[in-house]
């Protein structure tokens, strides 16, 4: 039952507070400066120069030891061999697929380091194998999250649809984040080639047998990216390792992720320590080179973690997403929210702000006019929360607990919070959903205890068992004590209710919760078309209460930037950036994005220094009152090829003087290859290997050139089946893609070239 406080109401049997006559605001703080204490995560030392010096210099005969693990040994823990049971009679054999020439260097070269390390074996002949699987190169990030390379894997699926599920679960996130709660320093350790210091179990390991490009096969020996048991199975080992005493006080994993969090730095020495040595024991091997040690603020699993369980989005992360254009179609709608679902414990109301793209995300094709102001500011509003999301804190059980919540005509959302012991909020997590068709038709009292009992539900691990306040309309828990016959539905309301120990302090939503600079984000009832909430009681306790909350947070919120560089560093940044290509200001500023940077005139200082940049200058053509033309388009990758030649050039040791240049117009993927001279027989030559590895298009494109329109040609474009389409004569904007492609390519070489001399 509920405690009686203050005033009561006998049409309820609940007690309340906060009606216009008691509520003492918490300590309004001073704010702080919104840089001060600017960190980067894993790059935040803990202690003095001397501490880390020594704590370095007490883990390094750990990190000696374990980099001392012979590179082909596996692990050795009971539970990390891989069982890959498939049903007597079963059989996979798949043909490798075509794999481009410029890209089977990096299979080859990653194929012999997989045979050194003992990762794989050739086949035996001896064995009558019917499993053959294709390697396949998957996009691989850089430690900024942008792809900008391939790694080869094994595309294994026609063997995973007869393997069993690891039913293992991975730990919840914010269970970890609970579990660092009290802790001031980190370490974070990586793994080298961790999945594949798993054992496949030695009569099955022929299922993963592969062939090269070199025309051998060979057979994983340990476990191969991309099978299905091996994340639960690595989850599992680690949680077995590491959940026991003592490490269960200062260790959490995630699949891969292992983190070493104490509360005091003499602690963290022997806990760092403790943890490398286990982690030797059973042949697992640090990358001492992506291990970070004795931080106090780290980047974990695109979130950024610091002291005493703060919590706060990665900005790496955030940046990239306000790079996403707008949708056109409702699959790309499902992609972005998709992203963003992922963060929505630090974006309250997110049903709200997702309203008018929820309602396009199941729409088939183009969006066209469906697609109106209304989701355009939707969408950049979301974007914006995501930059301006507030700092989250663990829940600490010793401070009690307050749950707000909040209901429109589109969706219902709670918050839940804790105040510091000087009055400052501190916030734990939102939750927020969209109603169904039916719930939309609720009387508004009614939507507002249908978030109160999901705000019961989602926090229920942390408020049952606990007093704890409610901000709400009481009037939703009147319409509930009011009504005389009761419906399942709400008679299980009943029950939830009656089942936590809270008291009932009257507040309208959630507006008193949110900064200012979030609450603007949100639009109103009225902009929804709803009546909104003019029912309510007016309650001055209620204003001045909002006011002070904001207030509270604004530190949390401004201190989520990062400071600028300084002008030296911002000049050196810029030209380092400039120096990786030559390209011009747009892709400068978006790779100086890319990094989490960003600072006033950025955009005029990358234009000036393009401006000054003498190879620049030598070899990029300003097109004065250019007017594009409208671009060619193709459906599919590989359908539609534009080529042109350059040159003549410097005659090569192999007496090369020309570059053919071949652009696919879909995906605008370049080949480049090198020909001694521009006959008609040395294009077709050269174009006949590329149409071997890509398929032949249905549309190539050129202009009239004689090295392209002959009766080679002619006679070749019969044989293969293609359509040989010229441009018009004397008109080379005709073939604008390869002409581009051409002048890319050539400004580049000759940069580079410079660098050579």
């Known amino acids: 039952m509920l405690n009686p406080t203050k005033l009561s109401d006998a049409s309820t049997g609940y007690a309340y507070t906060g009606l216009a006559v008691s509520?003492?605001?918490?300590?309004?703080?001073?704010?702080?400066?919104?840089?001060?204490?600017?960190?980067?995560?894993?790059?935040?030392?803990?202690?003095?120069?001397?501490?880390?010096?020594?704590?370095?210099?007490?883990?390094q005969p750990s990190i000696d030891a374990n980099q001392a693990i012979p590179p082909d040994s596996f692990c050795t823990h009971p539970d990390a061999t891989v069982y890959l049971d498939t049903p007597k009679d079963a059989k996979g054999f798949r043909v490798q697929y075509k794999i481009a020439d410029t890209l089977k260097p990096k299979v080859a070269e990653t194929v012999q380091k997989w045979l050194d390390q003992g990762i794989i074996t050739p086949l035996p002949s001896t064995v009558d194998n019917r499993w053959n699987s294709p390697l396949t190169l998957a996009p691989k990030k850089d430690g900024a999250g942008n792809y900008t390379d391939k790694r080869p894997c094994l595309d294994p699926r026609h063997i995973n649809k007869y393997l069993k599920e690891d039913q293992f679960p991975l730990?919840?996130?914010?269970?970890?984040?609970?579990?660092?709660?009290?802790?001031?320093?980190?370490?974070?350790?990586?793994?080298?080639?961790?999945?594949?210091?798993?054992?496949?179990?030695?009569?099955?390991?022929?299922?993963?047998?592969?062939?090269?490009?070199?025309?051998?096969?060979?057979?994983?020996?340990?476990?191969?990216?991309?099978?299905?048991?091996?994340?639960?199975?690595?989850?599992?080992?680690?949680?077995t390792l590491f959940s026991q005493p003592p490490f269960h006080t200062f260790v959490a994993t995630f699949v891969d992720d292992i983190v070493v969090y104490s509360s005091s730095y003499a602690e963290h020495q022997e806990h760092t320590k403790l943890v490398i040595d286990e982690l030797t024991k059973i042949n697992l091997t640090l990358n001492p080179n992506k291990c970070h040690f004795a931080q106090k603020t780290i980047y974990l699993l695109g979130f950024c973690v610091a002291a005493h369980g703060k919590t706060y989005l990665d900005p790496r992360k955030v940046t990239n997403t306000q790079e996403w254009p707008i949708p056109t179609t409702g699959k790309h709608i499902q992609q972005f929210l998709g992203l963003v679902n992922y963060f929505r414990t630090y974006i309250p109301r997110m049903a709200l702000l997702t309203a008018p793209l929820d309602a396009l995300r199941s729409h088939e094709g183009k969006l066209g006019s469906k697609w109106t102001p209304e989701h355009t500011v939707a969408f950049n509003n979301v974007k914006q929360a995501l930059i301006q999301a507030p700092y989250l804190y663990a829940p600490r059980p010793e401070l009690p607990f307050h749950v707000a919540t909040d209901a429109s005509d589109v969706g219902i959302g709670a918050v839940l919070y804790q105040l510091d012991p000087e009055g400052k909020v501190l916030l734990n997590g939102f939750?927020?959903?969209?109603?169904?068709?039916?719930?939309?038709?609720?009387?508004?009292?009614?939507?507002?205890?249908?978030?109160?009992?999901?705000?019961?539900?989602k926090f229920h691990q942390h408020l049952w068992g606990r007093r704890f306040t409610l901000y709400t309309d009481h009037k939703a828990l009147v319409y509930l004590?009011?009504?005389?016959n009761l419906n399942a539905m709400l008679s299980k309301w009943f029950d939830t209710l009656l089942d936590y120990d809270f008291e009932v302090v009257h507040l309208k939503g959630?507006?008193?919760?949110?900064?200012?600079?979030?609450?603007r984000l949100f639009p109103t009832a009225k902009d929804l078309g709803g009546q909104g909430h003019s029912d309510q009681t007016k309650d001055t306790s209620t204003t001045k209460y909002q006011r002070t909350m904001r207030t509270s947070h604004k530190e949390d919120l401004e201190n989520n930037y990062m400071e600028p560089p300084t002008e030296e560093e911002r000049q050196n940044i810029l030209l380092q950036t400039h120096l990786?290509?030559?390209?011009?200001?747009?892709?400068?500023?978006?790779?100086?994005?890319?990094?989490g940077m960003h600072w006033t005139n950025l955009k005029q200082q990358a234009l000036d220094l393009v401006k000054q940049c003498t190879p620049c200058q030598r070899f990029n053509i300003v097109k004065t009152g250019y007017n594009p033309h409208k671009p060619v388009h193709a459906k599919l990758p590989g359908d539609h090829w534009a080529i042109d030649l350059a040159g003549p050039l410097p005659t090569t040791d192999r007496n090369n003087t020309y570059l053919l240049i071949m652009i696919d117009i879909c995906s605008r993927f370049v080949i480049l290859r090198p020909i001694v001279d521009k006959t008609a027989e040395s294009v077709v030559t050269t174009i006949i290997p590329v149409f071997c590895d890509f398929g032949i298009p249905t549309i190539l494109q050129s202009d009239n050139g004689k090295e392209f329109a002959n009766q080679v040609m002619t006679r070749f474009k019969l044989k293969a089946g293609f359509d040989h389409r010229l441009i018009t004569p004397y008109y080379p904007q005709g073939n604008g893609s390869a002409e581009r492609t051409v002048g890319t390519s050539m400004r580049l070489i000759k940069k580079w070239n410079l660098n050579l001399v």
């Open 23 to 59: 509520w003492t605001p918490p300590t309004k703080h001073e704010e702080e400066s919104p840089f001060k204490d600017i960190v980067i995560p894993n790059q935040d030392p803990y202690g003095s120069l001397e501490e880390q010096t020594n704590f370095l210099a007490f883990v």
């Open 171 to 239: 730990p919840k996130i914010e269970e970890i984040f609970f579990k660092l709660k009290d802790a001031v320093v980190y370490t974070t350790l990586d793994l080298t080639n961790a999945f594949h210091r798993f054992p496949i179990y030695a009569p099955h390991q022929h299922k993963t047998t592969f062939t090269s490009v070199d025309g051998l096969q060979y057979m994983f020996r340990g476990c191969s990216f991309g099978l299905k048991p091996i994340s639960s199975k690595f989850q599992r080992v680690m949680s």
């Open 431 to 457: 939750m927020a959903r969209a109603l169904s068709k039916s719930e939309r038709n609720y009387a508004v009292t009614k939507k507002e205890l249908l978030a109160i009992i999901f705000a019961l539900n």
């Open 481 to 484: 004590h009011t009504q005389t």
């Open 510 to 519: 959630m507006d008193n919760i949110l900064p200012d600079a979030l609450s």
């Open 580 to 595: 990786f290509g030559h390209f011009g200001a747009e892709a400068i500023v978006k790779a100086i994005h890319n990094n």
